[in-house]
């Protein structure tokens, strides 16, 4: 992925890339963790699923591995990129079992509730 869809920012201050078209990501469906400007928006984290994380995830309520054609998601599946909501992110940190960061596809305002350096400790592109 390296497309920039917005003028918005990423955690290491340059352009938001887009995180996945396949699945179609975001809270826009537009495959960018984005705010567009809108507030309350938080599924700004760009993730690579993990079996650990998706189990981990479900553990906690969030079945992110089930399809819901419904909400037009066909389930993730390890190594699928998601824009994933930056509360969930953290509650996973707390407990160990974070997933991986694509650092230049997760939106700045990230940092507001965790720092750089815990996120670059998952950077899939520092690895």
Known sequence: MSSVLSKEKNVLGGP???????????????GCCATHDVEGVAHLVCIKATAEFLEFSRSRGNDLSTPRPEMRFKGLEPGDRWCLHVLRWVEAHKAGMAPQ??????HENVLRYVPLEALKGHALDLH
């Open 101 to 106: 960061v694509v650092l230049e596809s997760t």
């Open 16 to 30: 938001l890339l887009a995180c996945s078209y396949d699945p179609l990501t975001g809270f826009f469906r537009d």
